[in-house]
């Protein structure tokens, strides 16, 4: 990953853009329908109750904390606390009090983007219709019923994912293929479809890269 790199990130974002356009009008044109259809399956209960009780892992608050938490650490304790500093570098302390500001600012910045679209747009929800229809827009609109495009939890798994590789580089399909699993649970739970789902990941993924390029930090990106 080479985030700092500007060449190198047009080149990915429009790779990463077409593969997911292309998803998503797949989606619209009938991937949508079938994996809806294909979660509403009796014999698929199970699968349907799991995956409602793990979705929430998506949401924006639990990293908003591990963010704070990050900061209270790094300012107060590590600054006040011997056995730490014998344990940690002042670098290393440093790292997690950069890494956590960036964490709320990618959630921040990215996650007021998402809902622009998701009102501009205004897309019903996937469980409102018996039939899954996916393409019921009423722009403008700010009910939540109508946020489905794009998903809000694949966005924030992904920008956390986003945050972690590149940190972590070297790991970064564990960390995007976590975040794909978490965000397709949105889906098996009929609250977005899978073409939503494609454009919150994207929006989570390649905002945050590009966050960490425009927005100049103190941040130490690993070179590969």
Known sequence: MQPHNRKWLIRHSLIVSFASVVAIINGLYWLDLVVAHYFKQ???????????????????????IAALLGLIFAKYIYPN??????????????????????????????GVLLHIIKIIIGRQRPHLDVNFYNLNFIPFNFHHHWHSFPSGHAQVVFTVAAVLLSI???Q????????????????????????????????????????LNLW??????IKR
């Open 42 to 64: 009796p014999q698929l209960d199970s699968v349907y109750y799991y995956s409602r009780e793990i979705t929430n892992i998506g949401y924006s608050i639990h990293y908003f």
């Open 216 to 221: 100049p930090s103190n941040l130490n990106l």
């Open 168 to 170: 972590w580089p070297r």
């Open 81 to 110: 606390t011997q056995y730490f500093k014998n344990r940690m570098s002042e670098a290393s302390n440093k790292k997690i009090f950069d890494w956590s500001v960036f964490l709320i600012k990618a959630l921040v910045v990215v």
């Open 172 to 211: 970064k399909f564990v960390f995007l293929a976590m975040a794909a699993f978490f965000a397709f649970t949105r889906v098996v739970i009929h609250q977005h479809f899978f073409s939503d789902m494609i454009g919150g990941a994207c929006l989570g993924y390649l905002g945050t890269l590009w966050l």
